[in-house]
DNA sequence: AATGCGTATTAAGTAAATGTTAACTGATTT
DNA sequence: AAATCAGTTAACATTTACTTAATACGCATT
């Protein structure tokens, strides 16, 4: 491996399981990939080691004791130094429920034990991409790229330099694609909680990218929100 | 500036203990975090609120005189219009029965006392999230999937995107499919309480919604209200 | 068969949410 | 100081969801 590449810090990754044999089963596949692993027995302990370590994966059982992982979830949510940290879950396959109470409270992404390593470490992969600062989807309908680095967004070959909040706006719909954004969320990411501005101003910022990129879907729903459109009919 | 703050409805729940200190106690720390709390003093005058108020959630002591908790649930759980109205007993650690015999006359879950605030709170709003979650039945029957995060519906492989009043009614059939909800009942969960609509809109929307998801059964029963058809015959 | 009650079905009306445009403000650049 | 640009606002247009009203249907009771 030559020097002159550089060197990304490895993606460091927090596991919160009360079983012993599955915190190890995992942390010797996640070591073996090259990430830093840190472990923790319960929720209550998660919690501690994860404003510490502010790690930038947080995988959680949902099942444990003292406090569980949707309760955990919560929690950690709370925390804004771990805002861009993703959480998943642990979850066996029975408990169905969870799966969906746990997306629902703040979580990223679920896996279902029992754990194949492979779809693990795939999985794993797959979610720390997405976190990264630049994104890009590309399928046979749309092609799309959002550069924080160098803050243009490319689409369909064609680059924009588009204004900081215009910007924000396009990465925040693009965050979740398909994800409905009410315009609370959005003005809360967008411009901050504090900041009051006037009702027509999101409309505005939607209709110049839409005006801009419009190659792109942004969905107006009534009543609820915008999202991102990407299955284009 | 115009206040564009989204109303969001907060969610109703009705105190029935007979202990005025507890009362006193929960009711204020319920009505801090914005909810709409409502009280009763016994099963009996519990039951006669829960049917005008609606609650989305029901506390209910376990103890108490003229009719128990346990007695009051059942009577709740007989009324439709109460149909997806939430039901959780309060309880002394002690009684550890009642426990067990609540959770079967159909409670959704049970608080242990000493009452701890803060446990308390992080309860409810778990069990308040459970309701407006996203929710998927696959049968040999029916497929059908209610996601609130992309706000569409999926139904035999078909995407839908419902308007706002269609989506929620839709969501709080499917919220306990088979169970029958009464007018009263949707238009105090979809519309609010201070709305008031005439006889035909909810018949309205309920035709829309036969429209465009055929597949699924809406089924009407006369005199009663709606109710989701999922063991089509 | 006639009545009455509750629901279904339309189409048309209304209110609410969003779209659009241009003009204004304040910051930054020239 | 003029020009440019991002961001916001205000006034108005447009679109849609939602509601209503009028009428038809279905079923039970008599």
Same mark, same amino acid.
């Given at each position: 491996m030559p020097d002159n590449i550089e060197k990304k810090p490895m993606p460091k990754i927090l596991l919160v399981d009360d079983e012993p044999d599955i915190i190890e089963l995992i942390q010797y596949h996640l070591e073996k990939e090259g990430y830093l692993v840190k472990t923790a027995k319960n929720g209550v302990e998660g919690l501690k080691v994860a404003k510490s370590f502010v790690p930038d994966l947080i995988l959680l #059982?949902? %099942?444990?004791? +003292? %406090?569980d992982g949707i309760e955990a979830c919560i929690e950690l949510r709370k925390d804004n130094t771990l805002n861009s940290t993703l959480i998943a879950f642990l979850t066996a396959?029975? +408990? #169905?429920y969870s799966h969906v109470a746990g997306l629902d409270s703040g979580a990223d992404d679920y896996i279902t034990k029992p754990i194949k390593p492979r779809v693990l470490l795939s999985k794993i992969k797959a979610l720390l991409r997405r976190s990264t600062v630049n994104q890009i989807i590309k399928n046979d309908k749309v092609s799309l790229e959002i550069n924080r680095d160098k803050y243009i967004v490319i689409c369909e070959g064609k680059e924009f330099t588009l204004p900081k909040k215009e910007f924000e706006l396009l990465a925040l719909l693009f965050s979740k694609p398909g994800n409905v954004f009410t315009r609370e969320a959005i003005l809360a990411k967008v411009w901050g909680d504090d900041i009051v501005v006037g009702d027509r101003t999101i409309d505005v910022h939607i209709r110049k990218l839409r005006e801009k990129i419009g190659d792109v879907n942004i969905k107006t729903i009534k009543g609820v929100g915008y999202k991102l459109n990407l299955n284009v009919n």
């Open positions: #059982d949902v %099942m444990m004791p +003292e %406090m396959r029975a +408990e #169905d």
